[in-house]
């Protein structure tokens, strides 16, 4: 090190942060963040700052200083559910419900996700990278530094290696870090009508062992659901995945109770997603092995569903509870997790600071990635928002507003305002 290399890359001062460590806000007034090599290196009061670093360093403390001037820095948002990669529109079916259709109607006739296959199909890797791609851009631009994508639109091995093809793509060109999932179990594709079994072996035999050996997956998820896959059917799958390594995570109790998450508790699933009609023993499955419950309020929202997700249950059994937006043209058309954050309060009686803490460091967790991401730590990824809020919970109270100032992504400014 020469004498006038500085300490840190970058040094964020005079912010309040809120740094959800264990899923509390655990708040410092007037912060500041150091962070190198995409790392935070120091995080603490302004004061001790000073104490610890301005005086006793011959070095300046670092290349860039920003004065926050008092506005929040927050955990980036860690989005852990979305099927984010689709071409075509499924307004028309919206329309559909508002007259009265409901989403399993509008599926059994062979709308519903097969609609979205056949115009994932019909699209080129390229325009599902450019239509997507703006949908990433919208993300950063609304306080998102970490994504799950789900495939799960292709149904074959073709597409669905082309759609983990354009989460890697997307991962690549943007700074914000996406999680790629295998989702082949998302729907029976209409070829393989009333040959469910014979499509699970597809999965099996054909196309996970492909997923495994390119590497472009770090989960594989199933729909467990009377219009999708029964339990005993993704019992098989989950059984295939964990053979060769690829830890698991279900749509489970969305629409209807199957027992699926209780499967899921079995083979030590990362998250269970949707739970809407979990029963009270499948939530003691959760808690025994740790399973995040992930809540899709969007999803909620655009079905009017009547009957919540068991939140009380999870709070008393200890299950995290994430929330995520659940993008995808049918049931979630939702961008934005401080708009999800809301949801969840008002539609599932969260808290803001457990909104908060489901929209970073459960969200993490839901991932497997509490380690490295979703709360402000010494050692972990540099991933935060600078907000200009009075408080963390304006994020879950104020509605179709992105008071965003700065979007810090792997210690560089990904979007500035
Ligand atoms: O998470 N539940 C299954 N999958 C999506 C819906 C996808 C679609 O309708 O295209 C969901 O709600
Ligand atoms: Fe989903």
Known sequence: MTNTQASWDILFVHADIATMAQGNYNIIKDGAIGVAKGKIQWIGPFDRLKIDRFHSSPHPIADEIIDCSGKWILPGFVDCHTHLIWAGSRSNEFEMRLSGASYKEIAKQGGGIAATVG???RASEDELFSIASRRISHFISRGTTCVE?????GLNLENELKMLAVAERLNQNFPLHVSPTFLGAHALPPEYKGRADDYVDLIINTMLPKVKSQGIACAMDVFCESIAFSTNQTRRLFTAATDIGLPVKLHAEQLSDSGGAALAAQFNALSCDHLEYLSPDGAKAMAHTGVTAVL????????????????EDFIRLGVPMALATDLNPGTSPVHDMATVMNMGCVLFGLTCEQALAGATINGAKALGLDRRKGSLETGKDADFVVWDIEAPADLSYQVGITPVNKVVIAGKIAYNV
Do not use: D, H
């Not at 994508?149 to 639109?153: A, E, N």
């Not at 899709?296 to 939140?311: D, H, N």
């Open 119 to 121: 115009a994932v199909r």
């Open 149 to 153: 994508i789900k495939s799960g639109y």
């Open 296 to 311: 899709l309020p969007g999803a909620f929202y655009m079905l009017k569903e009547t009957r919540k997700p068991p939140v």
